[in-house]
């Protein structure tokens, strides 16, 4: 079985190199590697082909955009030109540890599920970063596979996710361009609508936390902006794929809206909180009474969602008055602040 490493390559000179040998160090696995060159400004495409041309390197191509288009178009243009009947995503700043590749592929003998999600750790922040929280062993059913999602037992980047790659096509899992946060997008429909997963509980992925990297170096504003982009093609997915009664799906979407809001307040950026605000409130496509009324959420986020049926100045307050009652009697600090 073969699989397509894709690695898009965008002013990654410093890091190019380790990438590679990682990625030498594979064993045990038909692999090609695909090196998307997304036209960046330094010799990171260079170094590329200089390691490629001089090691013992697995069979690779590079294909060059004819201008920067993003990680999104480089990721979109690697599926597109990969052959192997698993894809695997690989940041050209990041690590695989040796034969990480052989151990994500092994429950494929037994089946081929549609992805196969292993754990990883990071490098470079004390951070705490999403964590993959499931038991060793396949999840079948898509029911079971987007709760857990619902739930954080499982991450939303893309990399050190093996996909089938005729299962991705098939359910049109492109990567949106010319958003930020693609991730979040990304992995939501994923979780949507993938039936078979395989959760492998060893450590196979470095993720390297760079301070000059697009997500550690925006501003909140910038990045307020990018979530309201993300939580609307979400949304719009949600409403023409039907899904907009499911359980999962309804808290998901309102859960990181709230979220965002919350962690808008908790910074004090009471005009960021305003303008957010506005946008999400654009984005409802059902009430709270018809949520709770279909059994499609509990009166606890009935309460949390409540805003909805205000008008917006008052509706803004309330969920001013949500945090503020949050905080007096949780007494602990909004849990999984997206900012």
Same mark, same amino acid.
């Given at each position: 079985m073969k699989v397509s490493v894709v690695i898009p390559v965008y002013n990654v000179a410093p890091y190019i190199v380790r990438c590679l040998e990682s990625v030498s160090g594979q064993s045990g696995v038909d692999m090609e590697v695909i090196l998307v060159d997304d036209c960046g400004t330094d010799e990171s495409v260079a170094l590329?082909?200089?390691?490629?041309?001089?090691?013992?390197?697995?069979?690779?191509?590079? /294909?060059?955009?004819e201008r920067n288009r993003g990680l999104s178009a480089a990721r979109n243009t690697g599926l597109s030109a990969a052959t192997g009947e698993y894809?695997?995503?690989?940041?050209?700043?990041?690590?695989?540890?040796?034969d990480s590749l052989k151990s994500a592929v092994a429950p494929l003998s037994e089946c081929r599920y549609d992805f196969v999600i292993s754990d990883y750790g990071t490098v470079g922040?004390?951070?705490?970063?999403?964590?993959?929280?499931?038991?060793?062993?396949?999840?079948?059913?898509?029911?079971? /596979?987007?709760?857990?999602?619902?739930?954080?037992?499982?991450y939303m980047m893309a990399w050190n996710k093996l996909c089938r790659r005729q299962f991705l096509l098939d359910n049109d899992l492109f990567f949106e361009e010319g958003l930020l946060h693609e991730d979040v997008i990304w992995s939501f429909r994923l979780a949507c609508r993938a039936a078979?997963?395989?959760?492998?509980?060893?450590?196979?992925?470095?993720?390297?936390?760079?301070?000059?990297? /697009?997500?550690?170096?925006?501003?909140?504003?910038?990045?307020?902006?990018?979530?309201?982009?993300a939580f609307r093609a979400m949304t719009d997915f949600v409403v023409s794929d039907g899904r907009a009664f499911g359980h999962d799906e309804y808290e998901i979407l309102e859960g990181r809206k709230n979220t965002l809001l919350l962690s808008l307040l908790e910074k004090g950026e009471t005009e960021l909180h305003r303008?957010?605000?506005?946008?999400?409130?654009?984005?409802?496509?059902?009430?709270?009474?018809?949520?709770?009324?279909?059994?499609?959420?509990?009166?606890?986020?009935?309460?949390?969602?409540?805003?909805?049926?205000?008008?917006l100045g008052p509706g803004r307050a309330f969920n001013r008055a949500y945090y503020l009652v949050f905080y007096r009697l949780a007494h602990r600090k909004v849990q999984g602040a997206l900012l």
């Open positions: 590329a082909r200089e390691y490629v041309a001089t090691h013992d390197f697995p069979e690779c191509r590079i /294909i060059a955009h894809v695997y995503f690989l940041d050209s700043d990041d690590e695989m540890v040796p922040s004390d951070r705490e970063y999403p964590s993959l929280s499931l038991p060793e062993g396949a999840v079948l059913g898509n029911a079971g /596979i987007l709760h857990s999602y619902a739930e954080g037992k499982w078979t997963m395989y959760v492998n509980r060893k450590y196979v992925y470095r993720y390297h936390v760079r301070e000059s990297s /697009i997500m550690t170096a925006m501003t909140i504003r910038h990045d307020v902006d990018a979530y309201l982009k303008e957010a605000y506005r946008v999400i409130r654009q984005m409802r496509r059902i009430s709270p009474f018809s949520a709770l009324s279909h059994h499609v959420t509990g009166f606890s986020h009935f309460v949390r969602d409540f805003h909805y049926c205000l008008p």
